[in-house]
């Protein structure tokens, strides 16, 4: 018993540190000149990277943060097609650099180490910073690059930002003393943790609704009236209403003419996509789902390439299709559009998910996906098949071989003959 008490939480431990995502830190500029040395072998945690901080953020020096939305340390390593090396500038700089291949919630230790009152926070975009660098704004600057075009590679991605930050980072030198620069990530861009998928950058635009509440991945909305078909895919405007128990939620999706509410219900710890009401005029039909849509609390949808809701009278047709629901490319968004659309990479992940209350945007991340699979799918069935069989055969041999009866008379040479009479 004893032993089990032991063991349980160091198992626990070890699964929680699993999920803690590592990315590498890489600090150059007017550093101290320490004897601190990097250890490739383990994973700096937050408060070793603190101490680190503290040691090398000792003089009254301005500091720039810029922030990847994935790295790691093969991207320090990689070359483009022609051999050139995306992140020169930063190997320019090794000698006068302190580089961590492995720290654990990088950006934590740095939002608790700086200074909330002497900080700007500001985004690269595709149109450049969000905003202004005040000369006397802070100690503290925190770059996003936000930047991410679907027609780029990771490579040409990396070296515009290597350009930026060189070009930054002389501009910085030219108006303060000294200045310290940190090249670091929010999650890191070739593994994560087993529970999800390996992180890619993606080739194809993808559409997320980001709305109050609400998270909506699908590639297209179709409304069809007998036969005439209508592509909803200019939203106008959205609200989201909760009821006070947080037991239901309704979004509504304006698309010109056309409006949708999307229903969803909370119970037993699971949700379902419960109805769509279309709103056309002075019509007004409610749409139910050809196959159940739920998952639970917490997690997303994820088990059909799309959905469909029609309508239960038969003298007006209508249906509502969300198309290629399955095919979820799910990560920080990039840039969207002003209706609450953006455009993310990463990896193939769920579509829909309610949250049953009011949420910033911005902080809406969809929960692990729900793949509507039984205990018992097609691989187990066939390998308990297989280790039935094996055992058919073992247990028949066995029997085969416990039935064999050896002989329990021999002659003796010196003595008289056996005879075996036929009734023995």
């Known amino acids: 018993m004893a032993y089990c008490r032991l063991v349980f939480p160091l198992l626990v431990l070890s699964v929680v540190q699993s999920y803690a995502s590592s990315v590498p830190v890489f600090l150059w500029g007017d550093l101290p000149k ?46 483009t097609s022609d051999g050139e090396v995306p992140l020169r500038y930063l190997r320019a700089n090794l000698g006068d650099s302190y580089y961590l291949p492995s720290v654990t919630d990088a950006l934590e230790a740095l939002n608790s180490f700086a200074d909330v009152e002497k900080e700007n926070q500001v985004k690269l975009t595709e149109n450049g910073l969000s905003a202004e660098i005040e000369p006397e704004g802070g100690k ?33 030198q030219n108006r303060y003393e000294k200045v310290v620069a940190i090249y670091t990530a929010r999650n890191p861009s070739w593994t994560v943790s087993e529970s999800h998928r390996v992180r890619r950058q993606a080739t194809e635009d993808n559409k997320v609704y ?11 909305i179709v409304l069809t009236e007998s036969n005439k078909t209508t592509h909803l895919d200019n939203l106008e405007s959205s609200t989201s209403t909760f009821n006070e128990t947080g037991n239901t939620m309704s979004t509504n999706m304006k698309f010109g003419a056309d409006d949708i509410q999307l229903n969803f219900v909370h119970k037993n710890g699971y949700w379902t996509f419960n109805n769509v009401v279309l709103t056309r005029s002075t019509l007004s039909e409610v749409l139910y789902p050809e196959i159940e849509v739920y998952s639970l ?16 009278n038969e003298t007006i047709n209508f249906s509502l299709t969300f198309k290629d629901m399955e095919r979820r490319l799910c990560g920080d968004s990039q840039s ?32 692990d996906s729900f793949n509507c699979i039984g205990f018992f799918s097609v691989p187990i069935w066939s390998g308990l098949f297989v280790v039935f069989i094996f055992l058919a055969i073992t247990f028949y041999g066995i029997m085969m071989m416990m039935d064999i009866r050896t002989m329990d008379r021999f002659d003796d040479p010196k003595g008289k003959t056996i005879t075996i009479n036929a009734a023995e």
Not at 149 to 166: G, I, P, Q, S, V
Not at 346 to 367: C, E, H, I, Y
Request: overall charge negative.
């Open 297 to 312: 609390t917490g997690w997303s949808y994820r088990c059909s390439e799309k959905v469909t809701f029609s309508t239960v």
């Open 34 to 79: 320490t004897s601190l040395k990097s250890n490739p072998l383990t994973a700096v945690s937050p408060k070793e990277f603190e101490d680190v901080l503290k040691e090398e953020l000792s003089g009254d020096a301005f500091t720039v943060i810029f922030i990847e939305e994935t790295l790691s340390v093969e991207d320090f390593s990689s070359k």
């Open 336 to 367: 969207g559009a002003s209706a609450g659309i953006a455009i993310d990479p990463s990896v193939q992940r769920p579509n829909v998910q309610p949250f049953f209350k009011t949420m910033n945007a911005s902080d809406l991340v969809f929960g």
């Open 210 to 220: 980001r709305l109050d509440g609400l998270l909506l991945y699908v590639e297209d």
């Open 140 to 172: 503290f600057l925190f770059i996003e690059l936000k930047d991410a075009n679907e027609k780029d590679t990771r490579a040409d991605l990396l070296r515009r930002h290597n350009d930026f930050m060189e070009d930054m980072f002389a501009k910085l």
